[in-house]
């Protein structure tokens, strides 16, 4: 298979979510199969059209296989259960596109289904652990969340670069004010400098708003070929370009330069199996955890110089109106965190013309992606485009 | 009430680890075909392959890659402000172990690239656990 063989055989033919909330008041497996049913019935398709699943989850949210027996699938062609958080999140629909593109599995859902704030939240607080070995030398320090650590490695690009509090301001506010027009967005209130500069500080250098917020919530997409998607209800977007990448540990990973990501190393073979270019895309929803990781992948990815990023925020690139749009459901910071799998639903809303007042007028690629290699060192990330 | 702090979950590959802590010695996996040095300890060595290894003792010399100072207590008994930092070991490049700092509790006078050495935090047992050590890192 050469690099370039999924290129547009695969297609995502129907978006569900249930409501972004900060306590569903149900279980990870109902919040699952109502995302699933919502993106099927988008789809226009049946839970019996189903021969695949996939989700990931770090021990806090239900067993892909359980949502598969629910859905009555009998012949399960296709089932992917990966551990892992952000990082992980756009292989989930990458692998199934593979499956889909060989013919393993006709049509695959995969879903992230989390009560991150009423159950179990990131890190540790209302369960056991991470199950990774790496955790047993970080958490007598109480270094052990993820603001913890992100802030670790986004101080050093900060450093590097000289990027102020006002830089890491802009791209909070800028994403904010996409959230004012979504319906589903938890932080819908207009978010000032001053604002930002008063939110109270987490683990420095970030504050409050640098920080994603905690939601129940479940997203789901739906998979099938080119061929078929054609025939459905909605106009296919398609997955121009999948990719995983990274592998580093925590620790002695093979990365002396903590100020770039394994994103980096990926985002050119990304392109190229996608036959496009930093400068085709018109969307970009970029894994936003923590400011921080915002500014990187601006670069990482190649759409500015090293060290450009800031810049190209103050600028205005990014937000409305701009030459890249960043994050156009306000993203993990203010529509809320599903894991990833929340932005490759905004992606396809844009490219099939759905975002309403937040519309990117005329956008045809999309760049989606998960957290880009810091913790479990890993990452992923896709490229999707319109059929029209 | 004292703090509680969360235990170092100690398991087969980083037992000797946590045993030379309590001996106040660092050590770190090295390769013993090529010399490349690993941590946390991993049965293969990433660069020529061999499962060849061995704990072997480092200098404690090492710089400050980067640092975080605690400001919320994200729902654990922690005093605050507290600084962990991330050092990067004279040894090697990409040979990186976070650790407590001995310094002021809200991190002033620490910046990136700073020269540190290793020290150690001898942490109480009680009738219910074992004592064990931490690092905890001084200037040079």
Do not use: K
Not at chain 1, 46 to 66: K, M, N
Not at chain 1, 151 to 162: E, F, N, P, Q, V
Not at chain 2, 74 to 84: D, Q
């Amino acid at each position: 298979m050469n690099a370039a063989a999924l290129r547009d055989r695969v297609a995502v033919v129907g978006v569900g979510r249930t409501p972004y909330s900060r306590d569903s008041g149900v279980s990870t497996q109902t919040l699952a199969l109502r995302a699933v049913r919502a993106a099927l019935d988008d789809a226009g398709l049946a839970h019996t059209d189903l021969d695949g699943v996939a989700c990931h989850r770090v021990g806090d949210s239900v067993q892909a296989a359980i949502v598969a027996q629910s859905l009555g699938i009998r012949d399960l062609r296709y089932h992917l259960d990966l551990f892992g958080g952000g990082s992980q999140s756009h292989w989930v629909v990458g692998s199934a596109a593979l499956a889909v593109a060989t013919g393993v599995a006709e049509c695959v859902v995969c879903w992230r289904a989390v009560n991150a704030r009423s159950e179990f939240r990131m890190g540790g607080t209302g369960r056991a652990a991470p199950d990774t070995l790496e955790f047993q030398y970080q958490a007598p320090y109480w270094f052990a969340t993820p603001p913890q650590q992100l802030a670790m490695y986004g101080r050093t690009y900060l450093d590097r670069h000289g990027v102020t509090a006002e830089d890491l301001g802009r791209v909070a506010i800028a994403q904010r004010a996409f959230a004012i027009d979504n319906e589903r967005a938890v932080m819908r209130t207009p978010l000032t400098m001053d604002d930002y500069l008063a939110s109270r500080p987490i683990v420095d250098p970030l504050r409050l708003y640098d920080c994603c917020l905690e939601t129940d919530a479940a997203v789901a997409v739906v998979l099938t070929t080119t061929e078929r998607a054609r025939d459905l209800a909605r106009p296919p977007v398609l997955i121009a370009g999948a990719a995983c990448g990274g592998g580093t540990t925590l620790f002695s990973n093979g990365r002396g330069d903590l100020t770039v990501s394994a994103a980096a190393d990926m985002a050119p073979r990304l392109f190229g199996q996608a036959g496009l270019t930093p400068a085709d895309v018109d969307v970009a929803e970029l894994y936003d955890a923590f400011t921080p990781l915002v500014l990187m992948q601006l670069e990482d990815y190649g759409f500015t110089d090293r060290g450009g990023a800031a810049a190209f925020v103050a600028s205005g690139a990014t937000a409305r109106g701009g030459s890249l749009p960043v994050n156009t459901h306000g993203g993990h910071l203010s529509e809320g965190y599903v894991h990833g799998l929340n932005h490759v639903a905004e992606a396809v809303d844009q490219l099939r013309g759905d975002a309403g007042a937040r519309q990117v007028p005329g956008a045809r690629v999309a760049l989606s992606t998960g957290q880009p290699g810091y913790v479990a060192g890993t990452t992923s990330a896709l490229l999707l485009r319109s059929d029209r | 009430m004292s703090p509680v702090r969360p235990r170092p979950a100690v398991e087969r590959d980083s037992t000797p680890w946590w045993d030379a802590l309590a001996r106040h010695e660092l050590v770190c996996a090295r390769c013993a075909e090529c010399g490349r040095w690993r941590w946390p300890p991993r049965a293969l060595c990433g660069a020529c392959g061999s499962l060849e290894w061995a704990f072997a003792p480092v200098s404690g010399a090492g710089t400050v890659a980067s640092f975080v100072v605690n400001r919320h207590g994200f729902g654990g008994a922690f005093p605050l402000p507290s600084t962990v930092v991330l050092v990067r070991l004279a040894e090697q490049d990409d040979l990186l172990l976070p650790g407590g700092w001995s310094g002021a509790p809200d991190g002033a006078g620490l910046t990136i690239g700073l020269a540190v050495r290793v020290g150690f935090e001898d942490v109480p047992g009680d009738a219910d656990a074992d004592p064990y050590t931490l690092l905890s890192w001084r200037p040079a």
